[in-house]
């Protein structure tokens, strides 16, 4: 199943306690059709110690809202829209804005491009660092395997007596 709000989006809350708030959604459940949005539906958690590390106490924590109770926020227009499809000249679907048109699609997508750039370039520092590594251990001596230097140590001995 699917909902029709993304992690990153920017919502209004049209119905429950907090209706007027807005907020940006930090996850999303699509099977269960909720979402946690910073800032709205939080409740207090009383919590017992459960070992020396982690005090107990009141915490205050950020509940669930169901997502028929939300609506996004249009990024160009800072309207509550709803949310329809349209597609690209490439071929992609997106999603867009009913009254502007305009492009709603949240900014995560482009950070994720620039991990997977990050993880690239972390991927090839570390084969230059094994490159390096197996370069001065060949230019090291090799050591000689323990058998052999035992039977060394043992021929001293024995020329010293």
Sequence with gaps: MSVHVKRGDTV???????????????????????????????????SKPKNRETAGGIRKIVGNIDTSNLMVICPACD???????????????????KKCGANVEP??????KDKDKKKKADKSAEVEAVSEDKATKAKAPAKKSTAKAKTETKAKTESKE
């Design 12 to 46: 209004l809350v049209i119905a429950g306690k907090d209706k007027g708030k807005k907020g940006k959604i930090m996850s999303c459940d699509p099977d269960g059709h909720k979402a946690k949005v910073d800032g709205i539906n939080v409740v207090t958690k009383h």
């Design 79 to 97: 309207k509550a829209t709803r949310l329809g499809h349209k597609e690209l000249d490439n071929g992609k679907k997106v999603r867009a804005c």
């Design 107 to 112: 900014q995560i997508k482009g950070k994720d």
